[in-house]
T-cell receptor, first 111, second 109 residues
Framework: NAGVTQTPKFQVLKTGQSMTLQCAQDMNHEYMSWYRQDPGMGLRLIHYSVGAGITDQGEVPNGYNVSRSTTEDFPLRLLSAAPSQTSVYFC??????????FGPGTRLTVL | GQSLEQPSEVTAVEGAIVQINCTYQTSGFYGLSWYQQHDGGAPTFLSYNALDGLEETGRFSSFLSRSDSYGYLLLQELQMKDSASYFCAVRRAGNMLTFGGGTRLMVKP
């Protein structure tokens, strides 16, 4: 099992550009989520999904969209990148025992 | 709203015992989780407490008191590799997690 995979590992964008961060898991977990982590801080929930076709907003959803067409994939889309979105983005999936498995992260810089 | 408080930094020596406290205010509390994160890495799961009491997993133990909205992570026989950030996180309805700001543990020889 690969667990949770994320691509790309690093990305530099210019203000106003859009892009999609990819996330996939092979553990057949229903619940998936996206977090951002700013330097020296905890993780903040952006969006989450409790199953294919179902998504909802977390604490900091503005500027981001998600979709969940399959159990495996949960991409995060930045609509129009801003410097405030410079952060490390983690995708996670949760098993039935409340353990969250995190991907390796995407380090995004917006200039 | 939700809030979690934990110390920003703790220092201890190799072989010692350290306790990292976490107090929380939240609605719809389901349980308290702990995660470890090394610099540049992803968070990894350590423990989850849904009920009051102590859960032990090897050198790590986690405690929860729901009436006091308080929990702690206890690390015994500290090793250099335990130097990392430790996050408490409250589980709410819909499996949502709200994370604290993290405690940076430095283990010295």
């Amino acid at each position: 099992n690969a667990g949770v995979t994320q691509t790309p590992k690093f990305q530099v964008l210019k203000t106003g550009q859009s892009m999609t961060l990819q996330c996939a898991q092979d553990m057949n977990h229903e619940y998936m989520s996206w977090y951002r982590q700013d330097p020296g801080m905890g993780l903040r929930l952006i969006h989450y999904s409790v199953g294919a076709g179902i998504t909802d907003q977390g604490e900091v959803p503005n500027g981001y969209n998600v979709s969940r067409s399959t159990t495996e994939d949960f991409p995060l889309r930045l609509l129009s990148a801003a410097p405030s979105q410079t952060s490390v983005y983690f995708c996670a999936s949760t098993d039935s025992y409340n353990e969250q498995f995190f991907g390796p992260g995407t380090r995004l810089t917006v200039l | 709203g939700q809030s979690l408080e934990q110390p920003s930094e703790v220092t201890a020596v190799e072989g010692a015992i350290v306790q990292i406290n976490c107090t929380y205010q939240t609605s719809g509390f389901y349980g308290l989780s702990w995660y470890q994160q090394h610099d540049g890495g992803a968070p990894t799961f350590l423990s989850y407490n849904a009920l009051d009491g102590l859960e032990e997993t090897g050198r790590f133990s986690s405690f929860l008191s729901r009436s006091d909205s308080y929990g702690y992570l206890l690390l015994q026989e500290l090793q250099m590799k335990d130097s990392a950030s430790y996050f408490c996180a409250v589980r709410r309805a819909g499996n949502m997690l709200t994370f604290g700001g993290g405690t940076r543990l430095m283990v010295k020889p």
